[in-house]
């Protein structure tokens, strides 16, 4: 039995990284919060990892979070992976002030290189959403938001400007094709990125023109990572394996790797949803309290069901966490 288990891995993670063409790479936005947790990290590593391998395309890294000195995290990242010129927006006054309790972002900011050095040099979430999806072809950006909904609320409810003639909702219908949204527990329960900002989350899942792919908390809950990429000698200095090094051992929870939330939702964004996940079809509601429910009618959105062995996706991804950056 297990031998087969491992056949099985072993077919899929042939599957799963097979090279894609050039008319099937995805153009990204990332939406994270980039800081309460830290499974972003290793979702921006996945990010820039498919990147390279020539399975997306980044067209922005874009923080729900405004604490101050996220810009420069993400900055930290994209010039580690040499990206340095991503643009990079940060949230208005609306957005929640939340930063990790490890201070791993300190720790980056202080010991890598980054083209940002503070909020201020970064641009206005809505503004450059705006920006960046009035220069896509029609109906080509996988936007991917692994944090507060905040970003994308303000963006359904922006008006015509410089960027473009349509409002945010007929922009965000005419230039995405796709949406995968960390968010919720299925088919009902309560998970942060929604309750923390209740009022934003049902406002776009109300209110988003084009489907969505959500990747719940039961999911990236039974996915541990980080591990193979502590103990992996040959990488040296890493922001990514500095966030990891610092925070596992923070908490019992983590001995045998973080949850990886985030990484799933960029992982089937980029890669598609088969052969490890199918998708049930509905419509989520969100209740005052955050707490979210499921009807099985209407076909705009839909949850990730887990299909294969969650072991096969967790050595895929711990797989891509330990990717380095390309020589230039």
């Not at 790479?25 to 590593?45: E, H, R, S």
Request: with cysteine.
């Amino acid at each position: 039995m297990r031998f087969i288990q491992y056949l099985a891995i072993l077919f899929c993670l042939i599957f799963i990284t097979r090279p894609l063409t050039g008319q099937e790479k995805a153009a990204v936005i990332f939406d994270t919060d980039m800081g309460p947790d830290y499974d972003d990290v290793g979702a921006i590593t996945l990010l820039h990892a498919l990147a390279d391998s020539n399975h997306a395309k980044i067209l922005a890294t874009i923080a729900s979070t405004r604490y101050d000195g996220v810009a420069p995290v993400l900055s930290v990242f994209n010039t580690y992976f040499n990206r340095p010129d991503i643009p990079v927006g940060v949230t208005g006054k609306e957005g929640l002030d939340i930063r990790d309790g490890q201070h791993w972002s300190d720790s980056v900011i202080k010991n890598y290189p980054h083209a940002l050095q503070s909020n201020g040099n970064a641009s206005d979430a809505t503004e450059l959403y705006r920006q960046i999806l009035s220069e896509q072809p029609d109906n080509s950006v996988t936007i991917i938001t692994v944090g507060f909904l905040t970003n994308l609320a303000a963006l359904l409810k922006s008006s015509p400007d410089k960027f473009s003639r349509l409002n945010g909702s007929d922009l965000v219908k005419k230039k995405v094709k796709l949406l995968v949204s960390m968010a919720g527990t299925f088919p009902s329960g309560r998970e942060f990125n929604i309750h923390r900002d209740v009022i934003s989350a049902r406002y776009v899942f109300e209110n988003w023109p084009i489907p969505v792919i959500f990747s719940g908390f039961e999911i990236g809950q039974k996915i541990k990572t980080g591990l193979p990429l502590i103990n992996n000698n040959d990488i040296g200095n890493s922001p990514v394996k500095d966030v990891f090094r610092i925070s596992v051992p923070l908490s019992k929870n983590d001995s045998a790797g973080r949850m990886s939330w985030d990484q799933t939702a960029v992982l089937v964004a980029i890669k598609g949803y088969s052969p490890y996940y199918s998708l049930q079809w509905g419509m989520i509601s969100i209740n005052d309290d955050g707490s979210n429910k499921w009807t099985n009618s209407g076909k705009k959105q839909a949850y990730l069901v887990a299909k294969a062995d969650p072991l096969i996706v967790e050595n895929y991804i711990n797989k891509l966490m330990q990717h380095q950056p390309v020589k230039n």
